[in-house]
């Protein structure tokens, strides 16, 4: 007990550290976060470099033996493909066709921030072979690189709704609570109104008014800009409530008597002191974001090919046939339920440590 | 209590059709209408979709549009759907009835597995199947259904047991009532499952806290210690009281199923209500998508209101006049 000579957050940290799921899922997520950022190096391939001989090619197998049993540095085999009696393809080992599996190699042109050029990446094989460490998808493009891609628009798109429609929640809860009467009651209304219909039918409405001749960037900021405009209501409601009472307090008289405006009253005093519920909102509503876009893409309204996101990557393994031939297509869909479990973790483990009030049962 | 029916009606359908003209002057302000994707076909000649056009005042302004549909609203007429040719209310009904057939499903096997495992749980606290049915939900939690859905699609096609994708076989007119009572029960199994093991995984979790907060009340100490039978103690005096705040939660995971039962839906081609949406966004199809976003905010109210009046019947503590 020797907490007394710390703040308040220094205790909180030094709590949530102590929790080692939480840790562990932190430096998950951080991986997860790195290689979607770094994915121009760390991916062998780009997000649109295909190669139709390797449709649905199984994973690649990396071999460090050859034919004779001799230990060899890692190399794997190149593919042919021939088709069975049901005309499905099959991929046979080429023994011949040997492809040693290098490290910082040349390979696809990448522009980091748009300036520089470079074709660094961290492992590839020679240009005749294809590497496909989780297998490739229906254009034969690697489904590994394609994650890794896909990740920055998934990852990103969970913090950027989260963002924007925090910020609106708090301002109207903030604004409804601080007020109160008349204008508390239509703003509470009109979140009624958005909470009232379905989340997805209202995505999907919603999605129908984004023209169809956007491009990929465009539809990219269309889709966080729906997503945040349904998930805004819930937490207006509850900050709303937070701040009927909070207006009650001394320090707010304080303010007002020293003529601080109410829009500075509200922003400056009173959603400060929502802000440990906030932060574990955000934690816990992120997977939401990431779920909606995945879904979206999943049904072919998000985003478009060949920009990958890891519902669109999933959208391949809408039909049967495609699930049952090609089985790793599924893999992205292991990627969101880790993330999604990360930032539940981590959401509990903060509501843990901010919220003394909610005991653990 | 009708009048507090009548009151929370009063206040909700403005809200609904306010929504519903957003919507709608959305979907109409934007480019194309069903009829311009069917002036590219080269097989309708542009006579034909000029006199659609015509029929169904596409060509008239946007507010005059909404407020005719609007007007036959109270009528019960929902428009004519324009992809399928036939009115919006046949289109839907059939569709709503399959939804209604997996939503109950899926909340029937939430329900029935949750409480009795939140229950176990709490009474085992801290121990080892405690702890193992904890962590097993909180994975059930985070996978997202439609990636659940895909996975079972992906194991029932391995194995050949389950049927895969829509509601009925090939040769359902064939079989006798308790074959197609069958045949549908294991069209259910891959969505149910789908749709349940994330809400299990959630319920359970509620079910759990709400009897570890009831067995620490006084009253569970008066009866036990007027010695009473342990199973008495827990199904008469603690799990009836765990379970009222439950309530609140069906009417709302009544009206989540119903948007998240789309999606699996459209993954298991069931032939509902989310699917039909899904075609209806694509093709255009205005008053079809909006019967369907009507529909479905018709079922959220009517879902929250349930559970606010079962609440109120449960909980005599509670008075209409302040649920409002």
Known sequence: ?361 | MVKYILKRLLIAFPMLLVMALLTFVLMQKTAGNYYDLLKMDPRVSPETVERYVRLYQLDRPVLVQFLSWAKNLFRLEFGYSFYYNIPVKNVIAGRLLNTFILSFASILVTWLIAIPLGTFAALNRNRFWDRFIQTCSYFALSTPSFFLAMLLLYLGSRSGWIPLGGMRSAHYAELSLAGKCFDLLGHLIIPVAALSVASIGALQRIMRGNMLEVLGQQYILTARAKGLPEHRVIFRHALRNALNPLVTLLGYEFSSLLSGAALIEIICSWPGLGSLMLTAVRSKDVYLVMASFMMGGVLFLIGNLLADILLARLDPRIRYERLS
Request: hydrophobic share 45%; with cysteine; net charge positive.
């Open chain 1, 1 to 361: 007990m020797k907490d007394y000579h710390k703040s308040e957050f220094q205790i909180a940290l030094g709590s949530f550290l102590r929790n080692r799921a939480a840790v562990v899922c932190l430096w998950v997520l951080g991986l997860l976060y790195a290689g979607a950022i770094f994915a121009d190096f760390l991916a062998p391939y780009s997000y649109q470099n295909e190669d139709r001989d390797y449709s649905y090619c199984e994973p690649t197998r990396v071999h460090v033996r050859d034919e004779e049993g001799r230990w060899q540095r890692p190399f794997v085999y190149g593919m042919t493909v021939s088709f069975d009696q049901y005309h499905k393809r099959v991929y046979q080992e080429d023994r011949a066709r040997k492809y040693p599996v290098e490290f910082f190699v040349q390979g696809d042109e990448y522009r980091p921030l748009g300036l520089l050029s470079s074709k660094l990446r961290l492992f590839g094989v020679a240009p005749e072979g294809r590497i496909h460490v989780l297998g490739a998808d229906s254009r034969g493009r690697d489904l590994f690189s394609r994650i890794l891609y896909g990740g920055r628009i998934s990852l990103s798109i969970g913090l950027l709704g989260v963002a924007i429609s925090f910020s609106i929640g708090l301002l109207v809860g903030g604004i409804a609570g601080y007020y109160g009467g008349r204008v508390d009651n239509i703003l509470m209304r009109v979140c009624e109104m958005f909470m009232m219909v379905p989340g997805f039918y209202l995505l999907l409405a919603l999605r129908s008014v984004v023209p169809a001749n956007f491009n990929s960037m465009q539809v990219y900021i269309s889709i966080v800009v729906i997503l945040s405009f349904i998930g805004w209501a819930g937490l207006a409601r509850i900050i709303r409530g937070m701040c009927l009472s909070l207006r009650e307090r001394e320090f707010v008289l304080a303010a007002k008597s020293m003529g601080v405006s109410d829009l500075g009253i509200i922003v400056k005093h009173v959603l400060p002191h929502t802000i440990s519920y906030s932060i574990i909102a955000v934690m816990l509503s992120i997977p939401g974001y990431i779920l909606a876009e995945s879904a979206l893409s999943l049904i072919g309204l998000g985003i478009q090919d060949p920009y990958a996101s890891w519902g669109n990557l999933l959208s391949e393994a809408m039909g049967i046939l495609q699930i049952q031939f090609a089985p790793w297509i599924l893999i992205p869909g292991l990627f969101i339920l880790v993330t999604v479990m990360c930032f539940n973790v981590i959401g509990d483990c903060l509501r843990d440590v901010l919220d003394p009030k909610i005991k653990k049962l």
